[in-house]
């Protein structure tokens, strides 16, 4: 895969960059970072629940408007709360994130034994280790962990999709050279 394009490499380059300093950013200050993840769940609900309420209204018959109506107000309202109550919203959040890492954790942990006689089956199970011990921690330290929870989960997110670009980046560049010296042959 060769672009010949430095451009695409500088993009990759510094996209890495910003969100490598997003990323310690929002680990830096968690509370902030997962409220604004908060925020854009509580917008996203309210603009969702005013476009299903709208589309109640465009249908022809009762049977067909009301499912839309009722679901549309209950997901604005939701919005609105979440939007109202961040730090709520960041507890049931952080309480979501907690049995989410408690059943991932679970599941890898038993299909981690499935996969034994295979190479690499322990990096599973260490995995699922990890997520259950994680997904226990956050819920014993509720609500108070969703304080820090969100926050830093986003921002090593962020650190490593950063990471991953500037590697991709130093990639392609290394790529391109190779393929511009290929074709001087």
């Given at each position: 895969m060769s672009t010949n394009n430095p451009t695409q490499t500088r993009h990759l380059t510094l996209t890495g960059i910003v969100l490598i300093i997003f990323g310690m950013i929002a680990i830096a200050t968690p509370a902030v970072a997962g409220t604004a993840v908060v925020m854009v769940i509580g917008a996203v609900l309210l603009?969702?629940?005013?476009?299903?309420?709208?589309?109640?209204?465009?249908?022809?018959?009762?049977?067909?408007?009301?499912?839309?109506?009722?679901?549309?107000?209950?997901?604005?309202?939701?919005?609105?709360?979440?939007l109202g109550h961040p730090l709520l919203g960041l507890k049931f959040l952080t309480l979501l994130l907690a049995a989410f890492f408690v059943v991932e954790g679970f599941w890898k942990v038993i299909a981690s034994f499935g996969y034994r006689p295979a190479t690499g089956w322990l990096v599973m199970l260490a995995g699922g280790l990890l997520s259950l011990l994680l997904g226990v921690i956050i819920w014993q330290q509720w609500p108070v962990s969703g304080l820090w929870a969100v926050g830093i989960l986003v921002g090593v997110?962020?650190?490593?999709?950063?990471?991953s670009m500037l590697a991709l980046a130093g990639t392609v560049g290394r790529l391109d050279k190779f393929t511009a010296g290929a074709s001087g042959l």
């Amino acid at each position: 895969m060769s672009t010949n394009n430095p451009t695409q490499t500088r993009h990759l380059t510094l996209t890495g960059i910003v969100l490598i300093i997003f990323g310690m950013i929002a680990i830096a200050t968690p509370a902030v970072a997962g409220t604004a993840v908060v925020m854009v769940i509580g917008a996203v609900l309210l603009i969702a629940g005013i476009v299903q309420f709208i589309q109640g209204f465009r249908a022809e018959s009762w049977s067909s408007k009301l499912p839309p109506l009722v679901l549309g107000l209950i997901t604005a309202v939701c919005g609105l709360g979440v939007l109202g109550h961040p730090l709520l919203g960041l507890k049931f959040l952080t309480l979501l994130l907690a049995a989410f890492f408690v059943v991932e954790g679970f599941w890898k942990v038993i299909a981690s034994f499935g996969y034994r006689p295979a190479t690499g089956w322990l990096v599973m199970l260490a995995g699922g280790l990890l997520s259950l011990l994680l997904g226990v921690i956050i819920w014993q330290q509720w609500p108070v962990s969703g304080l820090w929870a969100v926050g830093i989960l986003v921002g090593v997110d962020l650190l490593m999709t950063g990471a991953s670009m500037l590697a991709l980046a130093g990639t392609v560049g290394r790529l391109d050279k190779f393929t511009a010296g290929a074709s001087g042959l």
